[in-house]
């Protein structure tokens, strides 16, 4: 029945952007608010119990990907909407894949037209089906290529990675040098923006302390591990561990 609320799912890792959303969601009586989960298996768990109508499904959770949730699922008849905060230019391509992208913080109208979208499908009798969670991953996976969620203290920035000269271990946190703004000091470790930043979008560990923008790389200079040069003038070390690797992956993708 199209005029039963909408059973939903909701995933989302960060604290104060659930409780946003719960706030939101709280003044639409369309949807009926039926599970909650901040991981993955909390997550499976959630729409394995409750069957629900729509999942609302943060792309980006802690150190994983959202769609990890989707290749773990039994029960798939529902309808999938993305929250992330990515720009407006991306959505369209997305939304032609049978599911709906809200950026974060999402905006009243914008989750307005996500139930819109759902009813009409409903209607129409036209689901979200798996086969395009594939495509719709590599949609998304690009835009993660270019701009990253970044938790500090305060709370969220976001930063298109063509920023970041390199990423930095303090501890249990990470510092992020920036090319136009000052050093960010986030609350992820080092490991979290490995698996967020890695080769394939231009990124190397090439120290147990530091990820690189190779990108911004100048040049290489040979020793024990050696050591590059960055745009900014800073020496950084390579470790003996990963030099030949980092080697190898520069012939191949830098063409050095």
């Given amino acids: 029945m199209t005029n039963a609320p909408l059973r939903a799912v909701i995933v989302e890792d960060e604290l104060l952007g659930l409780e946003a959303f719960l706030g939101l969601i709280s003044n639409y009586p369309q949807l009926e608010v039926v599970g909650q989960a901040s991981d993955i298996d909390g997550a499976v768990k959630a ?8 999942v609302f499904l943060d792309i980006r959770l802690g150190n994983r990907s959202g769609f990890d949730i989707l290749q773990k699922l039994a029960f798939t008849n529902f309808y999938l909407v993305i929250t ?3 720009h407006e ?8 894949d049978a599911v709906d992208y809200l950026l974060k913080p999402v905006a009243a109208e914008e989750l307005s037209r996500a139930i819109q979208r759902i009813r009409e499908r409903q209607k129409s009798n036209t689901p979200f089906v798996p086969h395009q969670w594939s495509g719709l991953q590599r949609a998304v996976e690009r835009l993660h290529s270019d701009r990253i969620s970044v938790s500090t203290a305060s ?9 970041i000269l390199r990423c930095v271990a303090e501890g249990p946190y990470t510092k992020l040098i920036l090319k136009a703004t000052m050093p960010l000091l986030t609350t ?8 967020m930043l890695t080769p394939d979008f231009g990124f190397f560990r090439i120290h147990n302390h530091v990820i690189i923008n190779i990108r911004e790389v100048m040049r290489y200079v040979r020793g024990d ?3 590059v040069i960055m745009t900014d003038g800073e020496k950084v070390d390579v470790s003996r561990r990963k030099k030949t690797e980092f080697l190898a992956w ?5 063409g050095q």
């Fill in 47 to 54: 729409i394995h119990e409750t069957e629900p109508d729509v």
């Fill in 84 to 86: 992330s905060a990515y």
């Fill in 89 to 96: 230019y991306a959505l369209n391509a997305i939304r032609e």
């Fill in 155 to 163: 709370g969220f920035t976001f930063i298109s990675t063509s920023q």
């Fill in 188 to 195: 992820r470790n080092l490991g979290e923006y490995e698996k």
């Fill in 225 to 227: 591990g050696g050591h």
């Fill in 250 to 254: 520069i012939q191949q993708n830098a």
